[in-house]
């Protein structure tokens, strides 16, 4: 059967013309259906002065690379961003189109769909090729997080999905790669700003709710001296997560009562809990045994915090903790997006 | 009877128990360990209306109804003691009695800033030498003019550290006995009229507990709150709204109380278990919650024969004294599934404990509300 | 000026349990509340009201359960609520749910449109974008303040993961707001029982609609995507317990974090 939709857009989501990681996760994860659909992986690569970016697109995975090179696109804002997206899809004609599930992705793709129109899946943690119909199954956590959805699109082509950071794998880079680079006309015209963008400001902090946070250093009695809180926000910082404490460190006075996690402070569910010298009384595991993923590092291994840990460590977490912050620090610099 | 809430009531309830959680729970510990007058949390009740709840808009109240004044009472409680009679006694002692028995300049006068929240209410009838039996009044009050002047003292009067206004009772004419008791609206302000001493007490210990001290007190003539003689049946109606509220109050200490002890059994493990699995604690439990639900529904009723108007003196003491007694039990108990954590200030449930008490004993003691549900009976 | 807030009913998902045993989604007892984002969309509306005039209607699709949802908007302030409600919207997806409430929307008045970034039991932050296309508006996403609100224009910060924007836009628009926007007011005593007894919720059904939508884009009919299958998370295993020496220790803990793509 001939089927005029084909191929595999994934939507390079940059920021100051940097490639975001998550962009080339997609395509990592493009490049695997694509195999068996047996068809190309194009990446949309859209914004100012960016044509040169389009050879990393390649090298890590892109078959081809579709690019939208004009001024009105350098710093994202939806509409001039949908556009460029819309005519890419009218001229290619993919079968999937992909996003990354960010602030982003998130405000263009369903702006997107809506254009179309067309079907539109948020933050897949899954994708699959159904066997015979050769749909793209689309898998997503609701209820937040209490259950999983596999979605297939039933409109119009293409199938669409923003895909969420950190769940899939990246290639490794390899130069050698060679793809044919596509430039397209938007059409763009001042019009299309219906924004004006006032200011931007980089790496703003906010205000830390530990509660909101997908990734906790925690720390219990066992740190010992209020000074070795700072390894563990050391730790935290290279995980790009918050430190939280248990009521014994709030209590005396190591930390705000605001990062305390447990019946009396706050209850959290991050992604990652790593649990830095805190035993596990009932009243502090009532507070984090929902977290998905839970380290525990302790001296005692009769602790309660154990019954809870995915994974355990018996030791001495003021040694092992500025250990595992350098081997992190390392392993983030060999794996870095060039 | 219909127990069934209306849909209002219950979009009530949401509202209040999001804010009892949020705003009045965090603040509990503090408040009783430091003895401190939540003024911050008055004010937060202030801005959604709480102050005023069952008055009419035309006053500035919020044209809510009894029953609803009722739950706030019981949801505030439910997590905090103090903040329960903080507004019962606002409510109850001093906005009513206003509202009830006040001259419509009275009213247009004062209503509108203590249903507002802006000023706070409190009551003043207890003395040294007349509690239970309020007659023995020594507080006097002498017309002189266009003024009374009132000399005497009275003890144990809640939220009279923070309140603006007083309704207060005193002698017009000993002779007359109880007839001889009038009522007056006082402002703080008025000249020989000062806040004595700050009690000291085993609970509810955020809520101001002071003596008043009236010297050569200054009150116009036109604050005579109804007729002259006809104090003693107003404090009596007054008191009948009050129980109501103390009841509520009550409630709320037992059912929290029922929260938290449902928690942790559902967490603590004895023998390997959780002891919530121990029969012991299931039975307990089952009794604790059917005692205050019955409390419960006994509230309920008075505050609807309040909406309705009909009399309630009998409903208001019953409601009271199977309430009050209920929470002292039920808060006992859950100290004792508490164990020794129970008896700590770790945990909440002590405090509820200490805060119980109380209601066994103000705006009429258990034997009072006892007195008062036989005489109904006409058993003399 | 003229306010129309997009409002969800959800279910308090951190109330949601998986039973142990049947391994399927508790959902009795959990309370149906306003879903975050979009009370946070409420409170800014109610704020704008108070600074600059001007009216805050509400606008939900859903069950006539979600009543009780927008009466909470009416106690909080709201002056209007409307209820998009009939079985031909059920079982619509994000595409053919903003084709039905933006259908809706195009029936009344507005300056200013304002819906929560996402409802906590979809998450899919979809709805927004797509009403502000099928009304053909202006949108800024995730917006975490509102720095300055003019008679033609409102400037907002944006929010991305590493940066903010401050943002103009000319109004009529749509923003989609963050719940970190605000700390959405209480109900008042007098908002609740005039919620009841002085305002009312206003239904919308298909009957009202028709003239204005086509009915194959309604509803499940009208829906771009299907649920194939939904289960619950799987619970996870017993974890492990080392004693090992300081570095075998960070080598075990660097390969779980690298395979749970953590870092």
Redesign the interface.
């Given at each position: 059967m001939e089927n005029k939709y084909e191929n595999i857009v994934v939507f390079i989501e940059q920021r100051d013309g940097e490639i975001q990681k998550v962009a080339l996760e997609i395509i990592g994860k493009a490049r695997e259906l694509a195999e068996k659909l047996n068809c190309k992986v194009i990446g949309a690569l859209i914004g100012y002065n960016i044509k040169a970016k389009a050879q990393d697109v390649i090298a890590y995975g892109a078959d081809e690379v579709a690019v939208v090179d004009n001024k009105l696109l350098e710093h994202y804002a939806t509409e001039p961003y949908t556009k460029a997206v819309v005519k890419v899809i009218e001229t290619l004609k993919p079968d999937i189109a992909l996003y990354g599930a960010t602030a982003i992705g998130r405000d263009l793709a369903p702006r997107v769909s809506g254009r179309i129109p067309t079907g539109l899946t948020a933050d897949c943690t899954k994708l699959e090729i159904e066997e015979g119909t050769n749909a793209l199954l689309m898998t997503r956590p609701a209820f937040g997080g209490n259950l999983m959805a596999t979605i297939i699109s039933t409109g119009p082509r293409p199938q669409m999905a923003t895909v969420r950071a950190g769940v899939m794998k990246a290639m490794k880079r390899d130069d050698s790669r060679k793809g044919e680079i596509i430039e397209i006309d938007a059409g763009l015209t001042d019009a299309d700003m219906n924004v004006k963008i006032l200011e931007v400001v980089k790496g703003e902090n906010k205000s830390v709710d530990i509660s909101e946070a997908k990734i906790l250093v925690s720390g219990g009695r066992g740190i010992g001296k209020k000074e070795n809180l700072s390894m563990l926000r050391e730790l935290a910082d290279e995980l790009g997560g918050e430190v939280s404490v248990s009521r014994a460190l709030a209590d005396a006075g190591y930390a705000e009562k605001a990062l305390q996690v447990g019946q009396t402070g706050k209850t959290v569910h991050p992604n990652l809990y790593v649990a830095c010298g805190i035993s596990g009384a009932i009243q502090h595991l009532a507070g984090m045994e929902d977290s998905d993923f839970i380290i525990a590092i302790n001296k005692d291994n009769t602790a309660p915090i154990f019954d809870v840990a995915d994974l355990g460590i018996v030791g001495d977490l003021t040694k092992i903790v500025p250990k595992l912050t350098e081997a992190i620090k390392k392993y983030k610099a060999e794996n870095a997006v060039k | 009877m219909d127990f069934t809430l209306?849909?209002?009531h219950?979009?009530?309830r949401?509202?209040i128990r999001?804010?009892a959680e949020t705003e009045v729970k965090p603040l509990a510990e503090e408040v009783d360990e430091q003895e401190r007058f939540p003024i911050e949390t008055v004010k937060k009740m202030a801005?959604?209306?709480?102050m005023?709840?069952k008055f009419p808009?035309e006053y500035g109240g919020?044209?809510?109804d009894a029953l609803?004044y009722i739950m706030a009472v019981e949801e505030l409680s439910k997590v905090c003691g103090t903040t329960g009679v903080i507004l019962s006694a606002h409510t109850s002692l001093c906005c009513s009695p206003i509202y009830n028995f006040g001259t419509e300049e009275q009213k247009r006068k004062y209503l509108p800033k203590l249903l507002s929240g802006e000023h706070i209410g409190a009551f003043g009838l207890t003395e040294p030498g007349a509690g239970t039996d309020a007659s023995g009044q020594q507080t006097k009050a002498v017309l002189d003019g266009d003024h009374y002047v009132l000399n005497g003292s009275k003890i144990f009067i809640t939220n009279a550290g923070h309140a603006d206004i007083f309704v207060i009772f005193a002698m017009t004419d000993k002779s007359l006995g109880t007839k001889g008791i009038s009522a007056f609206i006082v402002e703080r302000n008025f000249p020989g009229f000062s806040i004595g001493k700050h009690e000291k007490k085993m609970g509810i210990k955020g809520s101001s507990t002071c003596e008043l001290i009236m010297e050569n007190c200054i009150v116009p003539k036109e604050n005579l709150l109804g007729k002259e003689g006809k104090g003693f049946s107003i404090a009596m109606a007054t008191l009948d709204g009050g129980r109501v509220g103390i009841a509520a109050q009550a409630l709320g200490l037992g059912e929290g109380a029922i929260e938290e002890a449902v928690?942790y059994v559902k967490?603590?493990?004895q023998f390997g278990k959780r002891i919530s699995q121990f029969q012991n604690t299931q039975f307990k439990l089952a009794d604790m919650h059917t005692k205050m639900e019955a409390a419960r529904l006994l509230v309920y009723n008075a505050a609807l024969k309040m909406d309705s108007g009909e009399r309630f003196s009998e409903e208001a003491a019953m409601a009271k004294l199977f309430a009050a007694e209920a929470a002292m039990e039920v808060t006992t108990q859950a100290v004792q599934l508490f164990g020794g954590y129970g008896y700590t200030r770790e945990y909440p449930v002590e405090r509820m404990m200490r805060d119980a008490k109380i209601t066994e004993i103000y705006e009429g003691t258990s034997e009072v509300q006892r007195m008062v549900i036989s005489s109904a009976m006409g058993v003399k | 000026m003229k306010i129309i807030v997009c409002m969800k009913q959800v279910p308090d998902t951190t109330e949601v349990r998986i039973d142990p045993v049947t391994n399927t989604l508790i959902r009795d007892g959990v309370p149906s509340i306003i879903n975050p984002d979009d009370k946070a969309g409420l409170e800014a509306a109610l704020t704008i009201k108070e600074q600059v005039g001007g009216t805050v209607t509400v606008v939900s699709m859903g069950p006539p359960q979600a009543d009780v949802a927008l009466r909470e908007a009416l106690a909080m302030g709201a002056d209007e609520a409307y209820l998009i409600t009939d079985r031909k919207f059920g079982g619509a997806d994000t595409i053919a749910t903003s084709y039905t409430i933006s259908s809706a929307i195009k029936m009344l008045d507005y300056d200013l449109i304002i819906a929560g970034r996402q409802a906590i039991d979809g998450d899919t932050a979809q709805v927004g974008p797509q009403i502000a296309e099928s009304l053909g508006l202006p949108q800024v996403s995730y917006v975490e303040r509102i720095e300055k609100i003019e008679e033609d224009k409102i400037t907002v910060r944006r929010q991305f993961e590493d940066r903010y924007q401050i943002v103009e836009v000319k109004l009529p628009c749509l923003i989609t707001t963050l719940s970190e926007l605000n700390e959405p007011r209480y109900m008042s005593v007098a908002g609740i029982f005039g919620a009841y007894r002085e305002k009312e919720v206003k239904k919308v059904t298909f009957e009202e609609m028709k003239e204005y939508v086509s009915e194959e884009r309604l509803g499940l009919k009208g829906s771009c995507t299907k649920v194939k299958q939904s289960f619950p998370k799987q619970a996870k295993g017993k974890g492990t317990v080392h004693e090992v020496s300081e570095d075998e220790a960070v080598e075990i803990i660097m390969a779980k974090l690298i395979e749970k793509n953590l870092i």
């Amino acid at each position: 059967m001939e089927n005029k939709y084909e191929n595999i857009v994934v939507f390079i989501e940059q920021r100051d013309g940097e490639i975001q990681k998550v962009a080339l996760e997609i395509i990592g994860k493009a490049r695997e259906l694509a195999e068996k659909l047996n068809c190309k992986v194009i990446g949309a690569l859209i914004g100012y002065n960016i044509k040169a970016k389009a050879q990393d697109v390649i090298a890590y995975g892109a078959d081809e690379v579709a690019v939208v090179d004009n001024k009105l696109l350098e710093h994202y804002a939806t509409e001039p961003y949908t556009k460029a997206v819309v005519k890419v899809i009218e001229t290619l004609k993919p079968d999937i189109a992909l996003y990354g599930a960010t602030a982003i992705g998130r405000d263009l793709a369903p702006r997107v769909s809506g254009r179309i129109p067309t079907g539109l899946t948020a933050d897949c943690t899954k994708l699959e090729i159904e066997e015979g119909t050769n749909a793209l199954l689309m898998t997503r956590p609701a209820f937040g997080g209490n259950l999983m959805a596999t979605i297939i699109s039933t409109g119009p082509r293409p199938q669409m999905a923003t895909v969420r950071a950190g769940v899939m794998k990246a290639m490794k880079r390899d130069d050698s790669r060679k793809g044919e680079i596509i430039e397209i006309d938007a059409g763009l015209t001042d019009a299309d700003m219906n924004v004006k963008i006032l200011e931007v400001v980089k790496g703003e902090n906010k205000s830390v709710d530990i509660s909101e946070a997908k990734i906790l250093v925690s720390g219990g009695r066992g740190i010992g001296k209020k000074e070795n809180l700072s390894m563990l926000r050391e730790l935290a910082d290279e995980l790009g997560g918050e430190v939280s404490v248990s009521r014994a460190l709030a209590d005396a006075g190591y930390a705000e009562k605001a990062l305390q996690v447990g019946q009396t402070g706050k209850t959290v569910h991050p992604n990652l809990y790593v649990a830095c010298g805190i035993s596990g009384a009932i009243q502090h595991l009532a507070g984090m045994e929902d977290s998905d993923f839970i380290i525990a590092i302790n001296k005692d291994n009769t602790a309660p915090i154990f019954d809870v840990a995915d994974l355990g460590i018996v030791g001495d977490l003021t040694k092992i903790v500025p250990k595992l912050t350098e081997a992190i620090k390392k392993y983030k610099a060999e794996n870095a997006v060039k | 009877m219909d127990f069934t809430l209306s849909k209002e009531h219950l979009l009530f309830r949401e509202m209040i128990r999001k804010f009892a959680e949020t705003e009045v729970k965090p603040l509990a510990e503090e408040v009783d360990e430091q003895e401190r007058f939540p003024i911050e949390t008055v004010k937060k009740m202030a801005r959604y209306g709480l102050m005023g709840i069952k008055f009419p808009k035309e006053y500035g109240g919020q044209g809510g109804d009894a029953l609803a004044y009722i739950m706030a009472v019981e949801e505030l409680s439910k997590v905090c003691g103090t903040t329960g009679v903080i507004l019962s006694a606002h409510t109850s002692l001093c906005c009513s009695p206003i509202y009830n028995f006040g001259t419509e300049e009275q009213k247009r006068k004062y209503l509108p800033k203590l249903l507002s929240g802006e000023h706070i209410g409190a009551f003043g009838l207890t003395e040294p030498g007349a509690g239970t039996d309020a007659s023995g009044q020594q507080t006097k009050a002498v017309l002189d003019g266009d003024h009374y002047v009132l000399n005497g003292s009275k003890i144990f009067i809640t939220n009279a550290g923070h309140a603006d206004i007083f309704v207060i009772f005193a002698m017009t004419d000993k002779s007359l006995g109880t007839k001889g008791i009038s009522a007056f609206i006082v402002e703080r302000n008025f000249p020989g009229f000062s806040i004595g001493k700050h009690e000291k007490k085993m609970g509810i210990k955020g809520s101001s507990t002071c003596e008043l001290i009236m010297e050569n007190c200054i009150v116009p003539k036109e604050n005579l709150l109804g007729k002259e003689g006809k104090g003693f049946s107003i404090a009596m109606a007054t008191l009948d709204g009050g129980r109501v509220g103390i009841a509520a109050q009550a409630l709320g200490l037992g059912e929290g109380a029922i929260e938290e002890a449902v928690k942790y059994v559902k967490e603590r493990k004895q023998f390997g278990k959780r002891i919530s699995q121990f029969q012991n604690t299931q039975f307990k439990l089952a009794d604790m919650h059917t005692k205050m639900e019955a409390a419960r529904l006994l509230v309920y009723n008075a505050a609807l024969k309040m909406d309705s108007g009909e009399r309630f003196s009998e409903e208001a003491a019953m409601a009271k004294l199977f309430a009050a007694e209920a929470a002292m039990e039920v808060t006992t108990q859950a100290v004792q599934l508490f164990g020794g954590y129970g008896y700590t200030r770790e945990y909440p449930v002590e405090r509820m404990m200490r805060d119980a008490k109380i209601t066994e004993i103000y705006e009429g003691t258990s034997e009072v509300q006892r007195m008062v549900i036989s005489s109904a009976m006409g058993v003399k | 000026m003229k306010i129309i807030v997009c409002m969800k009913q959800v279910p308090d998902t951190t109330e949601v349990r998986i039973d142990p045993v049947t391994n399927t989604l508790i959902r009795d007892g959990v309370p149906s509340i306003i879903n975050p984002d979009d009370k946070a969309g409420l409170e800014a509306a109610l704020t704008i009201k108070e600074q600059v005039g001007g009216t805050v209607t509400v606008v939900s699709m859903g069950p006539p359960q979600a009543d009780v949802a927008l009466r909470e908007a009416l106690a909080m302030g709201a002056d209007e609520a409307y209820l998009i409600t009939d079985r031909k919207f059920g079982g619509a997806d994000t595409i053919a749910t903003s084709y039905t409430i933006s259908s809706a929307i195009k029936m009344l008045d507005y300056d200013l449109i304002i819906a929560g970034r996402q409802a906590i039991d979809g998450d899919t932050a979809q709805v927004g974008p797509q009403i502000a296309e099928s009304l053909g508006l202006p949108q800024v996403s995730y917006v975490e303040r509102i720095e300055k609100i003019e008679e033609d224009k409102i400037t907002v910060r944006r929010q991305f993961e590493d940066r903010y924007q401050i943002v103009e836009v000319k109004l009529p628009c749509l923003i989609t707001t963050l719940s970190e926007l605000n700390e959405p007011r209480y109900m008042s005593v007098a908002g609740i029982f005039g919620a009841y007894r002085e305002k009312e919720v206003k239904k919308v059904t298909f009957e009202e609609m028709k003239e204005y939508v086509s009915e194959e884009r309604l509803g499940l009919k009208g829906s771009c995507t299907k649920v194939k299958q939904s289960f619950p998370k799987q619970a996870k295993g017993k974890g492990t317990v080392h004693e090992v020496s300081e570095d075998e220790a960070v080598e075990i803990i660097m390969a779980k974090l690298i395979e749970k793509n953590l870092i």
